[in-house]
């Protein structure tokens, strides 16, 4: 696998577990994994962009993207492969550098764009058709962060992180 230093997600299913919470608000609640956020700090530490594209609009998202510092966020998104194309353009990077994950039909077509597709373990069987990397985890149950150290384990990356918590590289997995 060449490596993959762009890093765009969907929100719902991907990065929350997809359920919508209604009360007493106006936005539903969301609830993001805490594994998921060191993963995506750690990724751009070591180089990575990351980016968020979802069809939603929410004041949730916008505070979680600014505490992580995800500054390419994509709310709203009616075409998400038209969304994904725009935003490669702007960062200058071809899509064989771009991972997409995705978990349900409107993320196609941003999978299908992007180098290296992913589904997350709960997506639909059509999504996982497409992947090349499946999670073990569902979305919102830090899924994110076993992509995230599949992605940069497979370069050495992954070793970096481990080294900051006194931590040598363990064997190769056989």
């Excluded at 939603?56 to 995800?70: M, N, P, T, V």
Aim: proline share 4%.
């Amino acid at each position: 696998m060449a490596e993959i230093d762009i890093l765009v997600l969907d929100v719902d299913g991907v990065l929350t577990d997809g359920k919508l919470l209604y009360g007493g608000c106006t936005e539903p609640l969301r609830s993001f994994h805490v594994h998921d956020g060191f993963a995506l700090h750690w990724f751009t530490r070591l180089g990575g962009t990351v980016a968020i594209i979802t069809a939603k609009e929410s004041l949730a998202l916008e505070a979680r993207a600014a505490e992580l510092g995800i500054r390419h966020v994509i709310q709203g998104s009616r075409d998400k492969a038209a969304d994904l194309r725009a935003l490669l353009n702007r960062l200058d990077a071809p899509p064989e550098r771009a991972a997409a994950v995705g978990d349900d039909l409107p993320d196609i077509g941003m999978l299908q764009l992007s180098g290296y597709p992913v589904a997350v373990a709960n997506a639909a069987p059509e999504v996982k058709a497409i992947a090349r990397f499946v999670t073990k985890h569902a979305g919102g149950e830090g899924a994110v962060r076993e992509i995230v150290e599949h992605l940069t384990r497979d370069d050495g990356r992954w070793g970096r992180v481990l080294e900051q918590y006194g931590i040598g590289e363990p064997a190769a997995r056989s």
